[in-house]
Each structure stands twice: as C-alpha cells, then as structure tokens.
C-alpha cells in the first residue's frame, strides 16, 4: 500500500481488481473469521470490517472498510477505505461543523456590525480563532493518521494475506 506523504488524506482509500467472485472472498473473510484472534472480522451483505480487539484499541486505531462487489461473471472489485472507530468520526466531524456553524454565525455578525457602522473587532477576533480552532482540529486528525499507520498497514497486510489465499491452503 502506497500512499504518497503530500496527499491531503484523512481517510485513506484503495481499489483493487480480483479474479475471483466476490463470494470466494467473502467466503475466506468468514472463515478468517473464526480462525485467527489477532482481528475483529465483521460482514454484512458485501462488506467487510476489519478492526483490533477492544483491549487493543487506542483513540485513534483506525479499521479498515472493505467493499467487494462483481465486476463480471468470474471477477470483483474490492474498495477499502481506512478510517477511525464511526463513533470518533462523527464527533471528530461534529466538532468541524460546530466550528463551521459558528463561523458563519459570526462571520454574518461582523458583516452586519461594519454594514451599521458599529465596532467589529470582537467578531473579527473570534473569527481569526475559529479558523486556528480548524487548524487544530485538522493537524489532529493528521497526527492521530499518522500515530495509527502501523495499525493501518497490519489490517491492510491481513486483508492482503485473506484475498491471495489459494483454495488449496
């Protein structure tokens, strides 16, 4: 898996083409599921979550989403995406629309107080602090990516092992 350090990326994303049917390898992440311990494995319909167990879990560990639908008669298409728990990612995003709402809100504020001819700089300030806030909140995403790469790179290596299995192992 190569992702290029300069690519802004919060939740990394990857294609792959298979030549199998996309039940073979939902059939080998069910049983990867009941033999091994060292990952969560959970499916639904064509969906495949790989994430740690709990007790190896931090904030920021990421899972891995996998899609694998038909391509074709005898071949599939897999499309992975990484990404923190869904609970962390919705606040995580709760918190930028927050920010968002609330620059807007002011942004109208300080319009509408230079619009009368009345002082603005409070707003003007709060505004300059949003967008620091955003910043924040942005490099803290970037940090809690970059401190789960190893995580990262251990799903994708398991997805890879359970996908290049051969029907005689």
């Known amino acids: ?5 300069q690519d802004i990326v919060l939740r990394p994303r990857f294609k792959k083409l298979l030549n199998k049917k996309n039940t073979y390898y ?11 311990e060292k990952f969560i494995v959970s499916i639904i319909d064509d969906h495949v ?4 167990p709990k007790d190896q879990q931090q904030f920021w560990s990421p899972q891995l989403h996998l899609e694998i639908n038909e391509d074709g008669e005898k071949t599939a298409v897999l ?5 923190p728990n869904p609970t962390v990612w919705t606040m995580f995003m709760f918190f930028h629309f927050i920010v968002a709402g609330l620059f807007i809100a002011f942004a109208i ?3 509408s107080n230079w619009a009368l001819g009345n002082s603005y700089t409070i707003q003007l300030g709060v505004l300059f602090l949003l967008v620091i ?3 924040v909140l942005y490099f803290a995403g970037r940090i809690g990516k970059d401190s789960s790469k190893e995580e990262m790179h251990e799903l994708y290596n398991f997805m890879t092992e359970i996908i290049e299995k051969n029907p005689t192992n």
């Open 26 to 36: 939902l059939e080998q992440f069910k049983i990867a599921k009941t033999n091994q």
């Open 49 to 52: 979550f790989l994430k740690l």
């Open 1 to 5: 898996m190569s992702i290029n350090k």
């Open 79 to 83: 499309h992975g995406v990484f990404g």
């Open 133 to 135: 806030l955003w910043f």
């Open 109 to 111: 504020w300080a319009y």
